[in-house]
């Protein structure tokens, strides 16, 4: 039993370090603001899940996975929040996605 | 291998400085500086010093970003041009590091247990502190207790602090040229920011009461909690604008704060005199020392969290006030 | 075990930390600063197990607070910076 939760934790724990890998390549390759963001988001939800449920997985049923499962709440309440004040600010403030397609005029201004 | 992460993060922390010294734009300075103080803090973590971490984190990458945009917001952005004597800065720069360095050679080596800290100081703690106070966390203690007197500077400090940047910039200056239609109607893209706040506020302060009184078993004490409630306060003030957060928590309230921390303190000091022992002398405050000593710690926690409370939003009320 | 994790967190830190220096707008920035403080919660996590010393969690869970109240911090300041200046124009006009 305790192999086989060693076993998924491990794979769970792998799991989220690739997400965060991928998320973190992704904002530093993607074009422009937004698909950055997006990027961004998928460090902020997948590996934050996976990670912090194979360390929950580790910990057992004590006040350590309490304290991971607010964490985990408190992370999957407040990164949508902060993506969506940041967009909105963002588009307040003039940024404008990146279009392959249109050629002169409309340029994404910063 | 947890050395070779200490030295990544130290190598990214000398990225950071470098990049914060080279650019000319303070905004992205203060937000560079975000993060130095996050890496420096994962740092502290990783030499296992778990306070000074949390410390670290609370002021340094929380409020102190709040406080200098606060200051930005009253002057401009751009750096101005640089003065023209820099060879003279730059060479009495090099001879200091030159001397530090050459300083840090006669050091013991790194968690050597033949240094004298070791042999001296530390054990005598470790061994002392289940004797005289019988609390979990040795930093507590010693930060409460044994070098008792130091933290009541240090509260004085953060005090005059407080006081001096109230003089500088004033206080209780009513919120002047904006008007508040306009002040509402941006609130209105940000109402979801605003709805998961209110959640979350109460729980934030919750989590700055536990990690208050928590100081005496784990990583936590009375710095981190004021920190984490000014946090909590600021974060009702971006939300709700600044009427509110006055009307909440007034300036006569913040100054009686600021005043009465410092005042806990000293008057446990003076009661130890009183009771017959020593100034800061904790034992004798109740009946048996070791209850007594903890008695005492936990009161002059209390003292500091609410002179840093007290402090942090004063300070930020007093930029927030002359912004507008 | 914890390992992967850890060295996997660790470069994402530094990948955010290159999006930081170079993002040509601010909001690029803010996007680095807001990601190296979740990552920051995940390595303190992780690291804290890795130790065996479980009761270092309430870290992680402060800095998940303030990497939060400091991202709306900015985003606020944005915004009175915005209205700021639109009323010194519509004054000015």
């Given at each position: 039993?305790?192999?086989?939760?060693?076993?998924?934790?491990?794979?769970?724990l792998?799991?989220?370090?690739?997400?965060?890998?991928?998320?973190?390549?992704?904002?530093?390759?993607?074009?422009?603001?937004?698909?950055?963001m997006?990027?961004a988001?998928?460090?902020?939800s997948?590996?934050?899940i996976?990670?912090?449920?194979?360390?929950?997985?580790?910990?057992?049923?004590?006040?350590?996975?309490?304290?991971?499962?607010?964490?985990l709440?408190?992370?999957?309440l407040?990164s949508?929040?902060?993506?969506?004040?940041?967009?909105?600010?963002?588009?307040?403030?003039?940024?404008?996605?990146?279009?392959?397609?249109?050629?002169?005029?409309?340029?994404?201004?910063? | 291998m947890?050395?070779?992460?200490?030295?990544?993060?130290?190598?990214?922390?000398?990225?950071?400085?470098?990049?914060?010294v080279?650019?000319?734009?303070?905004?992205?300075?203060v937000?560079?500086?975000g993060i130095?103080?996050?890496?420096i803090?994962?740092?502290?973590?990783l030499?296992?010093?778990?306070?000074?971490?949390?410390?670290?984190?609370?002021?340094?990458?929380?409020?102190?970003t709040v406080l200098?945009?606060?200051?930005?917001?009253?002057?401009?952005e751009r750096?101005?041009?640089?003065?023209s004597?820099?060879?003279?800065?730059?060479?009495?720069?090099?001879a200091?590091?030159?001397?530090?360095?050459?300083?840090?050679?006669?050091?013991?080596?790194f968690?050597?247990?033949?240094?004298?800290?070791?042999?001296?100081?530390?054990?005598?703690?470790?061994?002392?502190?289940?004797?005289?106070?019988?609390?979990?966390?040795?930093?507590?203690?010693?930060?409460?207790?044994?070098?008792?007197?130091?933290?009541?500077?240090?509260v004085f400090?953060?005090?005059t602090?407080?006081?001096?940047?109230?003089?500088?910039?004033?206080?209780?200056?009513?919120?002047?040229?904006?008007?508040?239609e306009?002040?509402?109607?941006?609130?209105?893209?940000?109402?979801?920011?605003?709805?998961?706040?209110?959640?979350?506020?109460?729980?934030?302060?919750?989590?700055?009461?536990?990690?208050?009184?928590?100081?005496?078993?784990?990583?936590?004490?009375?710095?981190?909690?004021?920190?984490?409630?000014?946090?909590?306060?600021?974060?009702?003030a971006?939300?709700?604008?600044?009427?509110?957060?006055?009307?909440?928590?007034?300036?006569?309230?913040?100054?009686?704060l600021?005043?009465?921390?410092p005042?806990?303190?000293?008057?446990?000091?003076?009661?130890?005199?009183?009771?017959?022992?020593?100034f800061?002398?904790?034992?004798?405050?109740?009946?048996?020392?070791?209850?007594?000593?903890?008695?005492?710690?936990?009161?002059?926690?209390?003292?500091?969290?609410?002179?840093v409370?007290?402090?942090?939003?004063?300070?930020?009320?007093?930029?927030?006030?002359?912004?507008? | 075990?914890?390992?992967?994790v850890?060295?996997a967190?660790?470069?994402?830190?530094?990948?955010?930390?290159?999006r930081?220096?170079?993002?040509?707008?601010?909001?690029?920035?803010?996007?680095?600063?807001?990601?190296?403080?979740?990552?920051?919660?995940?390595?303190?996590?992780?690291?804290?197990?890795l130790?065996?010393?479980?009761?270092?969690?309430?870290?992680?869970?402060?800095?998940?607070?303030?990497?939060?109240i400091?991202?709306?911090?900015?985003?606020?300041f944005?915004?009175?910076?915005?209205?700021?200046?639109s009323?010194?124009?519509?004054?000015?006009?």
């Amino acid at each position: 039993m305790t192999t086989l939760l060693d076993i998924l934790s491990w794979v769970l724990l792998t799991l989220g370090g690739l997400s965060v890998l991928i998320g973190g390549i992704g904002a530093l390759r993607m074009p422009d603001l937004y698909t950055r963001m997006h990027a961004a988001s998928v460090t902020d939800s997948m590996g934050t899940i996976l990670v912090l449920l194979g360390i929950m997985l580790q910990a057992g049923w004590s006040l350590a996975t309490i304290k991971l499962i607010a964490i985990l709440l408190f992370l999957l309440l407040t990164s949508p929040t902060s993506s969506n004040a940041l967009a909105s600010a963002a588009l307040l403030a003039g940024t404008r996605p990146f279009d392959d397609a249109v050629q002169d005029d409309d340029e994404g201004q910063e | 291998m947890i050395v070779i992460f200490g030295i990544f993060l130290l190598t990214l922390l000398v990225i950071t400085a470098i990049a914060i010294v080279r650019t000319d734009n303070l905004f992205v300075a203060v937000m560079l500086m975000g993060i130095a103080s996050l890496l420096i803090a994962s740092n502290f973590f990783l030499l296992d010093a778990a306070d000074v971490a949390l410390t670290e984190a609370a002021v340094g990458a929380g409020i102190s970003t709040v406080l200098f945009l606060s200051a930005l917001a009253l002057t401009s952005e751009r750096e101005r041009a640089k003065s023209s004597n820099r060879i003279l800065s730059f060479t009495v720069v090099a001879a200091a590091a030159l001397i530090l360095i050459y300083a840090t050679f006669d050091k013991p080596r790194f968690g050597d247990p033949e240094a004298p800290v070791q042999t001296h100081v530390a054990p005598w703690y470790l061994e002392k502190t289940p004797e005289y106070i019988d609390i979990p966390n040795v930093v507590t203690a010693v930060l409460g207790s044994f070098r008792g007197y130091d933290t009541l500077g240090e509260v004085f400090v953060v005090f005059t602090a407080g006081i001096g940047v109230l003089f500088l910039l004033g206080s209780g200056v009513p919120l002047g040229s904006l008007p508040r239609e306009k002040i509402n109607e941006g609130l209105r893209h940000h109402l979801i920011p605003r709805v998961v706040g209110r959640v979350l506020i109460p729980f934030i302060l919750l989590f700055g009461l536990y990690v208050q009184f928590h100081g005496e078993y784990g990583p936590g004490g009375g710095f981190q909690a004021g920190a984490i409630i000014a946090a909590a306060i600021i974060l009702f003030a971006l939300l709700e604008g600044e009427r509110r957060a006055l009307s909440v928590l007034p300036e006569r309230v913040l100054l009686g704060l600021v005043a009465f921390g410092p005042l806990l303190y000293g008057a446990v000091g003076v009661a130890g005199i009183v009771l017959g022992g020593n100034f800061l002398d904790y034992s004798v405050l109740s009946d048996d020392p070791v209850k007594g000593q903890q008695l005492g710690i936990l009161l002059i926690e209390a003292g500091v969290g609410v002179t840093v409370t007290g402090v942090l939003l004063s300070i930020f009320h007093a930029f927030a006030a002359r912004g507008r | 075990m914890y390992y992967v994790v850890t060295i996997a967190t660790l470069v994402t830190m530094g990948l955010a930390l290159i999006r930081a220096v170079l993002g040509p707008s601010v909001y690029d920035r803010v996007l680095a600063v807001n990601m190296i403080g979740t990552k920051t919660v995940l390595l303190l996590s992780v690291i804290a197990f890795l130790y065996g010393r479980p009761d270092f969690l309430d870290l992680a869970l402060a800095y998940a607070l303030i990497n939060f109240i400091g991202v709306l911090a900015v985003l606020e300041f944005f915004r009175n910076r915005a209205l700021r200046r639109s009323t010194e124009r519509d004054e000015g006009t």
